[in-house]
Structures are given as structure tokens and as C-alpha cells.
């Protein structure tokens, strides 16, 4: 049975101080770094993975251009023994898929905090973008696939495309304004190499062009080149 594992790299050494605040304003409990005036300021959003929390990615902003403002959502749903997730597992020995109704409900908060977090930080639609890993990046792709108009990019970093997402998706005119980074390590154990790869197919097969990175030899994390590659993506990505 499939379980993701939540995020573990070594070279952070902490994600979040104990100064960090929580805010509550928004549909997601978050994490946030913004600069005084943040007006017109790229805007990065953070979904985790499984089990995890708010504070597990929030310490990437430290490799990340030091002027944008960052935010770390919380998922909505508990897990035993402690973390969130964004969705439930349906059962079967099938592709992994997630329950239709959890994956709908959270798609919606994502998308509620998007617009909500676009207006507070006095930014656009095109200086938007969302950074999820694991099912974190599963939810990136369920909201920026469905609703391109509302973000300038998606980094999916070791996730995948689920069964209905890739069965209803379509060729259309606003996907070609997305841009989109999908890193993945070989050695994944969690998501098999493989959704990475036939993520990227299938976009391609709409006409799409992720740019795409496997790492050999990485697990179910984040690593310092992938770190490094997403960095310049998202530079890349608002020239």
C-alpha cells in the first residue's frame, strides 16, 4: 500500500523558527515571509506533502530570491499521529488516486487562498506560483491545470498527475501561458519515478513544455540540484 513520507533534507536546519507566526486570514492556515512594501512582488506558494505540515517547505524561501513573498499553507485534514494531507487514498491495488471528494474540497481551499493571497499581497495572477511536493505537488497540478489563468507556474517536485485529472484534461488556449517544473528523483520510493515521466508525456501530449528534471539516485525528497534548477526556473519563468 502506498504511503507517502514526508519531506526530509538534510541541508535545511529548520524550516520554520519559533518566531514564525501562523496566520489564519486566509481560507489555509500559512507561514509567511514578505517584505514591507511586497506590492507587485512575485508571490510563492507552498503545499506539503504528506504528514507533514505548514513548516516542512517553508525553509526553501532561504535559497529563493530574498525580495518575493512566501507563504506555507497548512493542508486541511489531520493525519493520526500527528501532520496534515491534502486527500485520502482510495483503495486498490490501481494507479495511486486520491478520494474525488477530499481532492475537490482541498482543490477549492487552494484555489480560494490563491485569490485571496493575490489580492492581500497587491501582486497578478502572472507573478503566481505554486511549489507542492509530494501530494502537495498532486494538488499544484489538480488547481493549476484546472485554472491556468491564476498563476503564472507549477513546480511539481516528486509528484504525479492523478487518473481523472489526465482523463479530463483537454487541449486549452490558457494552459500555454503555464509554466511548469517537474523534478523527480529515480530512486523514488514513495511516487514511482515513472509518474514524473508519464506526467510529462501527457502534457506534452497537450501541447504543453514542462521543463523537466530527473536526479539520479534521489529519493522521495528535495535535493540541492533540484533546489538549484527550480531557483532558476522560477527567474526563468517572470522574464
Do not use: C
Amino acid at each position: 500500500m502506498l504511503k507517502l513520507i514526508a519531506l526530509t533534507v538534510a541541508l535545511f536546519t529548520g524550516a520554520a523558527q519559533a518566531e514564525d507566526v501562523l496566520h489564519t486570514d486566509l481560507p489555509l492556515p500559512y507561514l509567511e515571509q514578505t517584505q514591507s512594501d511586497a506590492r507587485n512582488e512575485p508571490l510563492v506558494i507552498f503545499l506539503h506533502g504528506y504528514g507533514s505540515d505548514e513548516a516542512d517547505l517553508f525553509g526553501l524561501k532561504d535559497r529563493l530570491p530574498s525580495t518575493w513573498t512566501y507563504l506555507s499553507a497548512r493542508a486541511p485534514m489531520s493525519v493520526e499521529g500527528g501532520g496534515y494531507r491534502w486527500f485520502r487514498k482510495k483503495p486498490g491495488d490501481g494507479d495511486f488516486d486520491g478520494e474525488t471528494a477530499d481532492l475537490q474540497s482541498s482543490a477549492k481551499l487552494i484555489e480560494d487562498f490563491v485569490a485571496q493571497a493575490t489580492t492581500k499581497y497587491h501582486t497578478q495572477s502572472d507573478r503566481v506560483f505554486l511549489v507542492g511536493f509530494s501530494q502537495g505537488a498532486i494538488m499544484s497540478y489538480e488547481v493549476g491545470l484546472r485554472h491556468p489563468e491564476t498563476l503564472r507556474g507549477i513546480a511539481a517536485l516528486s509528484g504525479s498527475l492523478l487518473p481523472v485529472l489526465k482523463a479530463e484534461l483537454k487541449p486549452d488556449a490558457r494552459l500555454g501561458k503555464l509554466a511548469i517544473f517537474i523534478g523527480h528523483g529515480t530512486l523514488d520510493q514513495a511516487l514511482p519515478y515513472y509518474s514524473a515521466t508519464r506526467a510529462n508525456e501527457v502534457l506534452q501530449g497537450l501541447g504543453l513544455t514542462p521543463e523537466f528534471h530527473g536526479y539520479p539516485g534521489m529519493i522521495h525528497t528535495i535535493g540541492e540540484a533540484e533546489l538549484l534548477d527550480l531557483k532558476q526556473w522560477l527567474e526563468k519563468s517572470l522574464r
